[in-house]
Nanobody, 122 residues
């Protein structure tokens, strides 16, 4: 499975940004697509995930109500819509694929995209 994330950039606090992740290859081996982020000097953390089959999404508490994950199964694309962005959302965002439903931990994801930088200015 190959993953390519794109859409990062610079945005002011309170603004919105949309990230996308295109999956190719043996995508049938993955049941969940997840988004992670890594801020400078911090560990990579889970942001949210979505089931390819049901479209049900789940999130870390810090982004609930602000971020929305959706998927387009026909295009093998997952989107992370980020609203009401805060400076603490600044990070490199990664998409990843997992063979496990409800996956939240790094070790549960076996394919990773290259990351895209999101910078939120105050």
């Amino acid at each position: 499975v190959q993953l390519q994330a794109f859409g990062g950039g610079l945005v002011q606090a309170g603004g919105s940004l949309t990230l996308s992740c295109a999956a190719s290859g043996r995508t049938s081996s993955s049941v969940v697509m997840g988004w992670f982020r890594q801020a400078p000097g911090k560990e990579r953390e889970f942001v949210g995930g979505i089931s390819w089959s049901s479209g049900r999404a789940y999130y870390v508490d810090s982004v609930k109500g602000r971020f929305t994950i959706s998927r387009d199964s026909a295009k093998n694309t997952v989107t992370l819509q980020m609203n009401s962005l805060k400076p603490e959302d600044t990070a490199v965002y990664y998409c990843a694929a997992s063979p496990w439903y409800g996956a939240r931990r790094l070790g549960e994801y076996n394919y990773w995209g290259q990351g895209t930088l999101v910078t939120v200015s105050s």
